[in-house]
T-cell receptor
C-alpha cells in the first residue's frame, strides 16, 4: 500500500541555518504530496502541497519540489527561525485512497537562538 | 482559514469507561475524518465519514469505535470501553469540497488510566 518515509528526528539547528527534511514516498499512480506542521500544543496545519510532478509548493519560506523520478518531496528552508520549531509531517493522498491522508512518522525540529 | 473546533481539549478517563469526542463542522464540508496520534508516533487514519455513512475505516477502528452525526451538526467519535492503549491525541478533519483541502482541529487529548 501507499506509504511515506521521512527523516527521523529530532533535528536541532541554529537560527539562520539551512534546513532539509527528507521525505520519500511509495504510491501507485500520481499522489498529491503535502507537508503539515504541528506547533507545540496545537493541531496539524497544512504548510504546503504539490499535486503533480515537478510542482513546487512553498509557504512561509519553506519549499518542497515533487520529484517523481526519485519519489521524493524534501522540505527545505534557507534560513530557519526559532519560531519554526515544531514537528513536521510529510503526507500523501494516493490516487486510489480518495482523500485519506497517509502521514509519515514526523520530524521534530528544534531551533536554537 | 476555516476553523475546526474539537471538544474536549483534554479528557482523562478510567479504563473501561465510554468516551465521546466531538467535532463542530464547517459549512460546505461534507467529508469528515478522524485520525489519532499516540504520543511520539505517527498520525494514523481511523475513519472517514460521508453522507452519514462510514466510507472507509482502518484496522484500528474496531467494534469499540463508532462515529455519527447525532443531530446533523456535530460529528462524534465514541469509544465504548476505553483501553490504556487508546490514550492518544484524536484529530478531527474536514474536507473542503471545492478545493479538496483537509482542515484539522486542534485535537482532543485522551488519557486512559
Amino acid at each position: 500500500g501507499d506509504s511515506v518515509t521521512q527523516m527521523e528526528g529530532p533535528v536541532t539547528l541554529s537560527e539562520e541555518a539551512f534546513l532539509t527534511i527528507n521525505c520519500t514516498y511509495t504510491a501507485t499512480g500520481y499522489p498529491s504530496l503535502f507537508w503539515y506542521v504541528q506547533y507545540p500544543g496545537e493541531g496539524l496545519q497544512l504548510l504546503l502541497k504539490a499535486t503533480k510532478a515537478d510542482d513546487k509548493g512553498s509557504n512561509k519560506g519553506f519549499e518542497a519540489t515533487y520529484r517523481k523520478e526519485t519519489t521524493s518531496f524534501h522540505l527545505e528552508k534557507g534560513s530557519v527561525q526559532v519560531s519554526d520549531s515544531a514537528v513536521y509531517f510529510c503526507a500523501l493522498i494516493g490516487s486510489s485512497s480518495a482523500s485519506k491522508i497517509i502521514f509519515g512518522s514526523g520530524t521534530r525540529l528544534s531551533i536554537r537562538p | 482559514e476555516p476553523e475546526v473546533t474539537q471538544t474536549p481539549s483534554h479528557q482523562v478517563t478510567q479504563m473501561g469507561q465510554e468516551v465521546i469526542l466531538r467535532c463542530v463542522p464547517i459549512s460546505n464540508h461534507l467529508y469528515f475524518y478522524w485520525y489519532r496520534q499516540i504520543l511520539g508516533q505517527k498520525v494514523e487514519f481511523l475513519v472517514s465519514f460521508y453522507n452519514n455513512e462510514i466510507s472507509e475505516k482502518s484496522e484500528i477502528f474496531d467494534d469499540q469505535f463508532s462515529v455519527e452525526r447525532p443531530d446533523g451538526s456535530n460529528f462524534t467519535l465514541k469509544i465504548r470501553s476505553t483501553k490504556l492503549e487508546d490514550s492518544a491525541m484524536y484529530f478531527c478533519a474536514m474536507e473542503d469540497v471545492n478545493t479538496g483541502e483537509l482542515f484539522f482541529g486542534e485535537g482532543s487529548r485522551l488519557t486512559v488510566l
